[in-house]
């Protein structure tokens, strides 16, 4: 019934083998080639004589996410051959987005069985990093949105691969590889999924049981304030910007703790807008319905959590999703209102559609008082960021360059694209209120990411931090890559790359 409890995203079962099998039924043999090189060798004499000939007319480029499926007509123990694309170098990530555009097609074809080929050149670790990237791409690959159509068919998802490899390969080492691979997708696939809920499925509430769920299968621990709590603990912030919903804020935390002492914990906190109209200074009608994914960072958090539960890690770790409804009504916040944090720090409340930032002043704080030494904050927090790296890469802002040099190492490995922010003094200064702490926008919107991530850092104080702007890349108006339309769950494969190494 709920979209995000829905399997259909579970995973597939594997297996490996050192020679090509006759499988029987529909299955496909994906193998790779790399730009201006022949066929792949694997495949027999009349398939690779069609490839050649697409090649020559320039069809088939075996470019990055290029892909050619072929019914074999019995000439492979295969029913059907997909040749992915690799481009000119045959990156990791041109293996991962090669992976994932051959499960689209075998899917978009009703095929859900792949023999994957990795015939490569590449020996022991180097092997199992391809093995990683493709098993990702598979997962991430075959996403697909859950649909509402009253004659909506089952979400399709693959339900065996098998890897082809003959070799030095130890199946330990593979299963192990395998499985990572496939936790880091499918935590990414669980964001999309709770991402693209509608506004009326997913309310602050519904995130807090979601929450209470992932913490009862993983054996996590699970805090939930609801709005009485938040003022009885000095929350305002957050009970501010919720209060003007019929659905209450709700502050959440998800723990888990992996060492013998609860010290050098890491915590993430998430923005949970449900959906943000932008409240009295309410945003225009084009596009709102893409607000929606306003609780993007939070679904990021919920994805590394559930990645964390898989695979039990010895770390502490911390999530904090401070989630509220941004709505005008009658008993709203307004601009012009002050409004005092769990800090003791004020807010001057210039704009109500800069929520975000507010959630995150008492989210940050309360990170710090739940004891993370060092603060990651995943937020759509602004539009600004989408004028400065468009929806192609996060912005990063910290307090901490040392820190953020280890996050890129990790966005790096991942090939999610994060890329640094300036936090200039200068910046910090536009947010300077003549009667409170700060206040939460500046009188223009110059450098408006690298102040909204400033008004973070403010509540961050000396504890190392640093903040993610998925404004532009938490959604995506059209499919890219191995990226889907709609929610795409990005920093969440970041995230597990840094906390997992
Ligand atoms: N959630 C929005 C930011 C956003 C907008 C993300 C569009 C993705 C796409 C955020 O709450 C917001 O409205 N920010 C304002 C801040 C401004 C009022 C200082 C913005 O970016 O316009
Ligand atoms: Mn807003
Ligand atoms: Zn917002």
């Known amino acids: 019934m709920n979209g995000w409890n829905d399997d259909s995203n579970s995973l597939f079962s594997w297996s490996l083998s050192s020679e090509a099998v006759s499988v029987g039924g529909d299955e496909a043999l994906v193998c790779f080639m790399r730009q201006k090189e022949g066929p792949p060798s694997q495949l027999p004499q009349e398939l690779a004589d069609i490839i050649r000939s697409l090649q020559d007319n320039q069809v088939f480029t075996a470019g990055v996410g290029e892909v050619e499926l072929l019914p074999s007509l019995g000439r492979s123990p295969y029913s059907y051959i997909i040749v992915a694309g690799l481009g000119p170098d045959g990156s990791i990530q041109d293996w991962r987005e090669a992976a994932g555009a051959a499960a689209e097609k075998a899917l978009g074809r009703g095929i859900s069985r792949l023999t994957a080929s990795v015939d490569s050149d590449k020996a022991g ?88 769920r992932l913490a009862a299968e993983y054996g996590l621990e699970c805090i939930v304030h609801d709005e009485r709590e938040l003022l009885e603990l000095g929350m305002h912030a957050l009970y501010n910007v919720g209060k003007g919903s019929l659905y209450p804020p709700r502050m959440i935390v998800l723990k888990y703790q992996g060492l013998p002492e609860w010290n050098n914990s890491l915590g993430l906190v998430g923005k949970g807008i449900t959906f943000d109209t932008g409240g009295i200074s309410l945003k225009k009608a084009e596009g709102m319905e893409e607000m929606i ?89 602004t539009g600004a960021v989408l004028v400065s790296l468009g929806d192609v890469a996060t912005g990063a802002v910290t307090n901490d360059d040392a820190f953020l040099k280890e996050l890129l190492q990790a966005a790096e490995r991942s090939g999610e694209k994060l890329w640094p922010l300036p936090a200039y003094p200068e910046f910090r200064e536009m947010l ?10 500046a009188s223009n919107r110059w450098a408006g990411a690298s102040t909204g991530g400033l008004f973070i850092g403010e509540f961050a104080e000396k504890t190392p931090w640093i903040h993610l702007d998925t404004g532009g890349t938490a959604w995506l108006e059209k499919k890219r890559g191995l990226d889907p339309q709609g929610g795409t769950g990005a920093m969440v494969r970041t995230l597990l790359h840094y906390i997992l190494h």
């Open 293 to 381: 994914s306003d609780m993007g960072g939070a679904a990021v958090l919920l994805g590394v959590m559930k990645a964390i539960g898989e695979l039990k890690p010895q770390v502490n770790l911390l999530a904090v999703i401070p989630s509220a409804e941004n709505m005008p009504s009658g008993g709203a916040l307004k601009p012009g209102d002050i409004i005092p944090t769990l800090s003791g720090k004020t807010i001057e409340v210039i704009n109500t559609d800069a929520e975000g930032r507010i959630v995150l002043a008492d989210g940050v704080t309360y990170a710090k008082q739940l004891g993370a030494e060092r603060i990651i904050d995943v937020a759509t927090l």
């Open 432 to 441: 300077e209120s003549t009667v409170a702490d700060i206040k939460n926008a």
């Open 125 to 212: 670790d180097e092997r199992l990093a391809l093995i990683r990237a493709l098993t990702e791409g598979f997962v991430l690959g075959s996403y697909t949105r859950k649909s509402y159509k009253k004659q909506a068919s089952a979400r399709t998802r693959l339900e065996h691969v098998r890897y082809l490899l003959a070799g030095d390969l130890s199946e330990e080492s593979l299963r192990e590889v395998v499985r990572t691979a496939y936790v880091y997708a499918a935590a990414t696939n669980y964001a999309r999924d709770l991402t693209n809920l509608p506004g009326n499925e997913l309310v602050p509430e519904t995130m807090a049981s979601e929450a209470m």
